[in-house]
């Protein structure tokens, strides 16, 4: 049996290369890295080399700019990683495993008009993705702040600062505005689902009726699509269990002096 190469696609902030991020680089393969002072990744690359694999040869990390649409990631990033790989093992497909917003990445380009002429695409084995959306992008998207530790949080601000004062385009933006033109991958979070809730009684506030939605994802899961999906390519998803998982957010009127902040509500 043969033995295809596996390509790990990172999620959210999963990805870094500092000149990329910073947009005084264009896309590129090279100068990717894990995050610096953080585990993330390593153990799973550990596990796949203690059993044969090799790093470059027949394991790959497809490192991409999490800020963009998962949409361009596919296409600018995972296409390219994806040809590496093939060139590399000297195979005709490979196995994609993508956490959280990799798989999101990956299911993109499987799902996209595309893949029939590439074919390329073994398996996909996706951890902890988020398919129909998280509610913990909610803040980062309407309000610019992140549902994550204290240490994220103090990165995100600097790095926002930087994006709003000193970024190459940067053109004073408001927060709000400068996550929603500059970090636009993050509305690809969002949940398709109504999470909202809103009034006294709280109701779920329709998703149809709201500001923030994730075209891209409500899309992506149509039911016609998702059967475009297990068509092209045998799916395994695994999630994790014994945690909460923020489903719903209480919210009140948006502020009164910004239209963009929290347009759709502001927390409680």
């Given at each position: 049996?043969?033995?295809?190469?596996?390509?790990?696609?990172?999620?959210?902030?999963?990805?870094f290369?500092?000149?990329?991020?910073?947009?005084?680089?264009?896309?590129?393969?090279?100068?990717?890295?894990?995050?610096?002072?953080?585990?993330?990744?390593?153990?799973?690359?550990?596990?796949?080399?203690k059993?044969?694999?090799?790093?470059?040869?027949?394991?790959?990390?497809?490192?991409?700019?999490?800020?963009?649409?998962?949409?361009?990631?596919?296409?600018?990033?995972?296409?390219?990683?994806?040809d590496k790989?093939?060139?590399?093992?000297?195979?005709?497909?490979?196995?994609?495993?993508?956490?959280?917003?990799?798989?999101?990445?990956?299911?993109?380009?499987?799902?996209?008009?595309?893949?029939?002429?590439?074919?390329?695409?073994?398996?996909?084995?996706?951890?902890?993705t988020?398919?129909?959306?998280?509610?913990?992008?909610?803040?980062?998207?309407?309000?610019?702040?992140?549902?994550?530790?204290?240490?994220?949080?103090?990165?995100f601000?600097?790095y926002?600062?930087?994006?709003?004062?000193?970024?190459?385009?940067?053109?004073?933006?408001?927060?709000?505005?400068?996550?929603?033109?500059?970090?636009?991958?993050?509305?690809?979070?969002?949940?398709?689902?109504?999470?909202?809730?809103?009034?006294?009684?709280?109701?779920?506030?329709?998703?149809?009726?709201?500001?923030?939605?994730n075209?891209?994802?409500?899309?992506?899961?149509?039911?016609?699509?998702?059967?475009?999906?297990?068509?092209?390519?045998?799916?395994?998803?695994?999630?994790?269990?014994?945690?909460?998982?923020?489903?719903?957010?209480?919210?009140?009127?948006?502020?009164?002096?910004?239209?963009?902040?929290y347009?759709?509500?502001?927390?409680?």
């Open positions: 049996m043969e033995r295809f190469p596996i390509i790990f696609i990172p999620g959210f902030t999963g990805s290369n500092l000149p990329v991020l910073l947009d005084w680089r264009g896309p590129t393969l090279s100068g990717w890295d894990f995050p610096p002072f953080v585990n993330y990744g390593k153990t799973l690359l550990q596990t796949f080399t059993v044969g694999y090799r790093r470059n040869r027949d394991l790959f990390v497809a490192f991409y700019d999490w800020r963009k649409p998962v949409e361009e990631s596919a296409r600018r990033y995972l296409t390219a990683w994806i790989a093939k060139k590399a093992a000297n195979t005709n497909k490979v196995i994609l495993i993508g956490h959280s917003m990799g798989g999101l990445v990956a299911r993109s380009y499987i799902q996209s008009p595309e893949y029939p002429k590439r074919n390329d695409v073994a398996r996909l084995i996706t951890l902890g988020p398919h129909r959306g998280s509610a913990e992008a909610y803040t980062a998207w309407a309000g610019a702040e992140p549902h994550a530790d204290e240490t994220l949080r103090t990165i601000a600097v926002l600062w930087y994006l709003r004062h000193i970024h190459p385009y940067q053109t004073e933006l408001d927060k709000v505005k400068t996550i929603q033109t500059q970090v636009p991958g993050v509305r690809d979070l969002l949940p398709i689902e109504d999470y909202l809730l809103t009034g006294n009684p709280p109701q779920l506030k329709p998703i149809s009726t709201m500001e923030s939605r075209w891209w994802g409500e899309m992506a899961n149509k039911p016609e699509a998702i059967a475009t999906l297990l068509q092209r390519v045998p799916v395994t998803t695994i999630t994790g269990t014994g945690f909460n998982t923020l489903s719903t957010i209480l919210v009140g009127p948006p502020p009164t002096d910004h239209s963009l902040c347009a759709d509500g502001a927390p409680l």
